[in-house]
C-alpha cells in the first residue's frame, strides 16, 4: 500500500473522527465491509471503501 492514502487517512481522523474508521490496510477494510453488510468490496478503493 502506498504511504500517501495512509496518511491522507489518519490526517483526516484527526479533524473527523467520526467520519472514518481508522483502518489503513485496503483487504481489511474490505474484509470488514464483507462481514458487516455482507457487500462484495474487492473492486472499491481505498476511500471509496471508507464511504460505505
Known sequence: ???GPT???KAISCY???A???I???DH?????FHL???DASSLGTFA???R
Open 1 to 3: 500500500m502506498n504511504s
Open 7 to 9: 496518511l491522507t487517512a
Open 16 to 18: 473527523f473522527p467520526d
Open 20 to 22: 472514518i474508521i481508522l
Open 24 to 26: 489503513n490496510a485496503r
Open 29 to 33: 477494510v474490505r474484509a470488514f465491509l
Open 37 to 39: 453488510t455482507g457487500e
Open 49 to 51: 471503501a471508507h464511504e
